[in-house]
């Protein structure tokens, strides 16, 4: 009878245990699950007040809503938010920077082309002030970010700079620091991307870095692990559509030299058909050489205006084309003569260079 009550004793001691053993490995998962619907339920609630504060015209109520909710709950929506926020307040650089967010978090928007030439259109408002934007993001994240031995802050960091050649240098506890020279055109904002590889050894600074395009997928040189840094611009594919440009541009001037030749051709045509009817002695054969030479005339007179609407349309496309080359010289320009602020954490310059 006492080994039957002990073995039970001892039965019920194992199935408490066993209890608490369970409470035990549940218990973390359900608080940590309540933890995140709280904070995903208060991210709503500021995405909200966000929204209503933007509707009543308080644009800064709006504003820190909205980036508490992005701080609790990253979106490409929140993001999207947050530039017309700042837009409404005029703020073109931050406007700026959270468009350019929004198209990161959400590369397949459908909006994007509208967000791109609100982008485009930011960008070429700051350029006026001598400065253009630059995004540094940098795994590990955290990572300290120096421009031409200046720090300016842990990645990933926007700030605004003069447009011309810089050095870059990247800094993580535990990963090769890594520096590499990049060039920051005048028209338009870029995203700096780079990758540290772990390690301790600092002769090998070059190979710590490869570039990750925007969508996110590694590059052909981080896979091979090869050293390729570059500049991934936020609005890409400018000198292909400048050579599609140029080539219809020349296209047109082409089509319009021969619809003038036309009319030239025309024209002596109806000359001839002009002197015949003045030789005509009967009526008859002066009014079918009348009639030819009017016929002729009216088709000189389209094919000049074809030809003259055609050497505009070609003279504009070249005009448009050249515009990108137009504006890295004006980069190159910008560099001799100006006047130019720039501002990195602690410290603000202003340089004014030109021929005296």
């Keep these: 009878m006492n080994s039957l009550c002990a073995a039970i004793a001892f039965g019920l001691c194992v199935a408490s245990l066993s209890s608490a053993r369970a409470d ?17 339920e208060e991210a709503r609630n500021q995405h909200r007040a966000g929204v209503e ?33 700042y837009e409404a307040q005029n703020d073109d650089s931050h406007a700026l920077e959270y468009y350019r967010e929004y198209l990161r978090r959400s590369p397949g928007a459908n909006d994007r082309e509208g967000v791109t030439k609100r982008i485009a259109k930011l960008s070429q408002k700051i350029g006026l002030r001598g400065v253009q934007q630059i995004s540094f993001i940098v795994s590990p994240a955290g990572s300290a970010v120096l421009v031409d031995s200046e720090p300016i802050g842990a990645a990933p960091v926007t700030l605004e700079m003069r447009p011309g050649k810089h050095t870059v240098e990247f800094r993580k506890a535990g990963y090769q620091p890594a520096q590499f020279d990049f060039e920051l055109p005048a028209d338009r904002p870029v995203d700096v991307v780079a990758k540290l590889a772990q390690g301790k050894d600092p002769r090998n600074t070059n190979s710590a870095i490869s570039s990750v395009p925007q969508s996110g997928q590694a590059s052909e040189s981080e896979a091979s692990g090869s050293v390729d840094p570059r500049i991934a611009p936020t609005d890409v594919a400018t000198s292909k559509r400048s050579s599609l440009t140029r080539t219809i541009g020349f296209a047109a001037l082409g089509a319009s030299v021969a619809a003038i030749g036309g009319a030239i051709t025309l024209e002596v045509m109806r000359s001839r058909a002009e002197d015949e009817a003045k030789r005509q002695t009967d009526q008859i054969g002066y009014s079918e050489a009348l009639e030819r030479m009017k016929s002729r005339q009216t088709m000189a007179r389209v094919f000049a205006g074809a030809g003259g609407a055609l050497a505009a349309l070609g003279g504009v496309m070249l005009v448009v084309a050249s515009g990108a080359s137009s504006s890295e010289r004006a980069a190159t320009a910008s560099k001799r003569e100006g006047l130019a602020f720039s501002c990195m954490p602690g410290k603000c310059n202003a340089m004014y260079s030109g021929k005296f």
């Excluded at 800064?60 to 530039?83: Q, V």
């Design 24 to 40: 035990a490995t549940s218990g973390p998962v359900a608080v940590s699950q309540q933890v995140r619907d709280r904070t995903t």
């Design 53 to 85: 504060a933007f509707a009543a015209g308080q644009y800064e109520d709006a504003i820190a809503a909205f980036l508490t909710a992005d701080a609790l709950h990253p979106s490409s929506e929140t993001a999207f938010n947050i530039a017309k926020a």
